[in-house]
């Protein structure tokens, strides 16, 4: 069992930077897939980034590719999300999951993940 609990969201004008923060309680957490999404009212839940167990690997979204960065510490069992150049498009609750299944593109689907937080709010003006 994992418990994973996020923090770090809040308001930020256009053009600012958040860094979110996901901790996560249980055993194994260095063996899990890492991943964050947000959804914005009335809208789906959308994928954001990806890490694997080793941090080696990642993938991004479309439309957060070249501002957002994740990033894992094993050691503190967090994992992070660096959001630049944030826009009022990116207003969403984020939340992260974690997910013991193997690396690959299903790291982007909702169901490849066993475990989710509770989530954050960001809010961004403009």
């Known amino acids: 069992q994992v418990q994973l609990v996020e923090s770090g969201g809040g308001l930020v004008q256009a053009g600012g930077s958040l860094r979110l923060s996901c901790a996560a309680s249980?055993?194994?957490?260095?063996?899990?897939?890492m991943g964050w999404f947000r959804q914005a009212p009335g809208k789906e839940r959308e994928f954001v980034a990806a890490?694997?167990?080793?941090?080696?690997?990642?993938y991004y979204g479309d439309s957060v590719k070249g501002r957002f960065t994740i990033s894992r510490d094993n050691a503190k069992k967090t994992v992070y999300l660096q959001m630049n150049s944030l826009n009022p498009e990116d207003t969403a609750v984020y939340s992260c999951?974690?997910?013991?299944?193997?690396?690959?593109?299903?790291?982007?689907?909702?169901?490849?993940?066993?475990?989710w937080g509770q989530g954050t709010q960001v809010t961004v003006s403009s």
């Open positions: 249980g055993r194994s957490f260095s063996s899990y897939v």
């Open positions: 999951a974690a997910s013991a299944g193997a690396w690959g593109m299903v790291v982007t689907t909702t169901t490849f993940y066993n475990y």
């Open positions: 890490i694997n167990w080793s941090g080696g690997s990642t």
